[in-house]
C-alpha cells in the first residue's frame, strides 16, 4: 500500500506538468481558435489564405512531427527553446488550428437570417458577432469541443518525447526502475479520472445551454 | 412628407435582373401592399430599401435621406418583419426586444425594460415574455418579432410575407397586430399573399411583375377592376 501512495504521489508531481500544459493549452489555443474562426469567415482574401494554409499544416502534420520541430528542429536555425515552452507553443497552435475549423464550421452553421435581424435592428458587426452569432455557435461547437478536451488529455502524453516529466514519463520512470506493471495501472487511472471531469464539465455547459431549445 | 422614395431602381443577381425601373413614393402614414406572383421582386425590393441588398443603380431617399449614401442613420428610420421570425433563439422573449435598443440606443435599463413590456402587452403576449422562442407558436414567434422591430421605434415598417411560413389559423392573430398598427398610422409596406389583407388595409396596392411595378393603385381599383391581363390571370389564379 505504501509502495503505492509513494509511486502515486511521485506520478502525481509529474501530471503537474500535465495540468499545466493543459490549462494553457485550452485557454490560448480556444482563442486562438476564435481569432482564427473570425479570421477564416472574414472577407479579407489575405487573412483568408494565410490561416487556410494555417489549418492545412497544422491539422495535416503529426502533431509528435510538430513537437520535434519546435524543440530539435528550430534551435539549427537558431531558436532554442525550453523543453515546456516548446510544448505549450505547438500544443497552442496545433490545437488552435482544430478550434479554427471548429469554430468556423459553428459559426457558418448559424442562419444567415439571424445576421440579417441583427443587421436591421442597428447593430453593427461586433455587437452581432458577441450578442447574437458567437453565443449561439457556443451550444453548438460543445460537442466537438469537448472531443478535443479529451484528445488533449491524451496528446499530451507526447511531451515525454522531448524529456518533459509528465505523468506517463512519471509512471515510465517507476516501471522501469521498480520492474513493476503497477505504475501503468495508476497513470492509466489518472487519465481516466482527468478524463471524466471533462467530460462531466463539457455535459454540464451542454445542459445549460441546452435551455432554449 | 414623403417617407419613402424610390427612384429609378435596378438590382440584378448574376445574371437575373430581379427589379427594372422601379419609381415609387410613400407618404407619412400610407400603409402599401406589394402583391405579384413569386420571382417578381416583391422580397427584394423590400430588402434594398433597409440595405440588406445593395441596389445596382437608382436611388433610395428616406425622409429625406440618400439612404445609400447615409447608411445606418437611414436605414435605422426602417423595422424590417421576415418571413422567418428570425427571432434570436438564444434571448427570452422580452431579451429579444431588449437587446438592439440596449446596443445600439444605449437605452436605460429599467425604462427600455416598462417600454418593452409595454409592446408585449400591445402584441398580447406579456404572458410569454420569459420564455424562449423555441415555446411559442408560429404566430406568437411572428407577434414577438413585429414587437421586436417596434422597441427601436422606427417611423416604416417593411413586412416580408411576414404570415407566408404561418399555418393558416395562426393567419389572423399576425394580421390582426399589423391591422393595428395600420390604424396607428405608422408608414408601412406589406409584401403579402393575404389578398383580403391588402385589400382592407391599404392605402394603396402595388402589383409587382417581373421586376417592375406594373400598376400603383387604390385596392378598389385593382381588385374589383383590374385592367391589365396580368393582374386578371394573377387574381384568379389566387383568389
Known amino acids: 500500500m505504501d509502495y503505492i501512495l509513494?509511486?502515486?504521489?511521485?506520478?502525481?508531481?509529474?501530471?503537474?506538468?500535465?495540468?499545466?500544459?493543459?490549462?494553457?493549452?485550452?485557454?490560448?489555443?480556444?482563442?486562438?481558435?476564435?481569432?482564427?474562426?473570425?479570421?477564416?469567415?472574414?472577407?479579407?482574401?489575405?487573412?483568408?489564405?494565410?490561416?487556410?494554409?494555417?489549418?492545412?499544416?497544422?491539422?495535416?502534420?503529426?502533431?509528435?512531427?510538430?513537437?520535434?520541430?519546435?524543440?530539435?528542429?528550430l534551435p539549427i536555425i537558431g531558436i532554442t527553446l525550453q523543453p515546456f515552452t516548446a510544448a505549450t507553443l505547438t500544443f497552442i497552435v496545433?490545437?488552435?488550428?482544430?478550434?479554427?475549423?471548429?469554430?468556423?464550421?459553428?459559426?457558418?452553421?448559424?442562419?444567415?437570417?439571424?445576421?440579417?435581424?441583427?443587421?436591421?435592428?442597428?447593430?453593427?458587426?461586433?455587437?452581432?458577432?458577441?450578442?447574437?452569432?458567437?453565443?449561439?455557435?457556443?451550444?453548438?461547437?460543445?460537442?466537438?469541443?469537448?472531443?478535443?478536451?479529451?484528445?488533449?488529455?491524451?496528446?499530451?502524453?507526447?511531451?515525454?518525447?522531448?524529456?518533459?516529466?509528465?505523468?506517463?514519463?512519471?509512471?515510465?520512470?517507476?516501471?522501469?526502475?521498480?520492474?513493476?506493471?503497477?505504475?501503468?495501472?495508476?497513470?492509466?487511472?489518472?487519465?481516466?479520472?482527468?478524463s471524466s471531469v471533462i467530460v462531466t464539465v463539457f455535459r454540464q455547459l451542454e445542459k445549460k445551454y441546452s435551455v432554449y431549445e | 412628407m414623403k417617407m419613402i422614395e424610390a427612384n429609378k431602381l435596378f438590382k440584378k443577381f448574376a445574371d437575373l435582373q430581379v427589379l427594372r425601373d422601379v419609381t415609387f413614393a410613400v407618404e407619412q402614414g400610407e400603409v402599401i401592399s406589394v402583391i405579384g406572383p413569386s420571382g417578381s421582386g416583391k422580397s427584394t425590393l423590400l430588402r434594398c430599401l433597409i440595405g440588406l441588398e445593395k441596389i445596382n443603380d437608382g436611388k433610395i431617399i428616406i425622409e429625406g435621406l440618400d439612404a445609400v449614401k447615409t447608411g445606418k442613420k437611414a436605414y435605422r428610420k426602417m423595422g424590417m418583419v421576415f418571413q422567418g421570425f428570425n427571432l434570436f433563439p438564444h434571448k427570452t422573449v422580452l431579451e429579444n426586444l431588449m437587446v438592439a435598443p440596449m446596443l445600439v440606443n444605449k437605452n436605460n435599463k429599467n425604462e427600455l425594460r416598462k417600454k418593452s413590456e409595454k409592446?408585449?402587452?400591445?402584441?398580447?403576449?406579456?404572458?410569454?415574455?420569459?420564455?424562449?422562442?423555441?415555446?411559442?407558436?408560429?404566430?406568437?414567434?411572428?407577434?414577438?418579432?413585429?414587437?421586436?422591430a417596434l422597441a427601436m421605434e422606427p417611423d416604416i415598417m417593411l413586412f416580408d410575407e411576414p404570415t407566408s411560413s404561418l399555418d393558416p389559423e395562426l393567419v389572423g392573430e399576425v394580421l390582426a397586430v399589423i391591422k393595428k398598427l395600420a390604424e396607428e398610422k405608422i408608414t408601412m409596406m406589406v409584401v403579402t399573399h393575404e389578398m383580403g389583407f391588402a385589400r382592407e388595409v391599404s392605402d394603396r396596392v402595388f402589383f409587382m411583375d417581373e421586376g417592375k411595378i406594373l400598376t400603383d393603385s387604390t385596392p378598389d381599383e385593382i381588385f374589383l377592376n383590374p385592367e391589365e391581363e396580368r393582374i386578371k390571370l394573377f387574381l384568379n389564379k389566387i383568389l
Open chain 1, 6 to 73: 509513494n509511486v502515486t504521489g511521485y506520478i502525481l508531481e509529474g501530471s503537474l506538468i500535465t495540468f499545466k500544459l493543459y490549462l494553457a493549452t485550452a485557454v490560448f489555443a480556444v482563442l486562438l481558435g476564435i481569432f482564427g474562426a473570425l479570421g477564416k469567415i472574414s472577407n479579407i482574401k489575405f487573412i483568408n489564405k494565410v490561416l487556410e494554409i494555417y489549418t492545412w499544416v497544422f491539422r495535416g502534420t503529426p502533431l509528435l512531427l510538430q513537437l520535434f520541430f519546435a524543440y530539435y528542429g
Open chain 1, 94 to 194: 496545433n490545437y488552435g488550428a482544430y478550434f479554427t475549423e471548429i469554430f468556423r464550421a459553428g459559426i457558418e452553421s448559424i442562419d444567415k437570417g439571424q445576421y440579417e435581424a441583427a443587421q436591421v435592428l442597428g447593430m453593427n458587426y461586433r455587437q452581432t458577432m458577441v450578442r447574437i452569432i458567437l453565443p449561439q455557435t457556443i451550444k453548438r461547437v460543445l460537442p466537438p469541443t469537448s472531443n478535443e478536451a479529451i484528445n488533449l488529455v491524451k496528446d499530451s502524453a507526447l511531451v515525454a518525447a522531448i524529456g518533459l516529466g509528465d505523468l506517463l514519463r512519471a509512471a515510465k520512470v517507476v516501471v522501469t526502475r521498480d520492474f513493476t506493471i503497477t505504475p501503468f495501472i495508476i497513470a492509466a487511472i489518472m487519465y481516466l479520472l482527468i
Open chain 2, 119 to 148: 409592446l408585449l402587452s400591445k402584441v398580447g403576449l406579456i404572458d410569454k415574455k420569459d420564455v424562449y422562442p423555441s415555446k411559442l407558436s408560429g404566430g406568437q414567434k411572428q407577434r414577438v418579432a413585429i414587437a421586436r
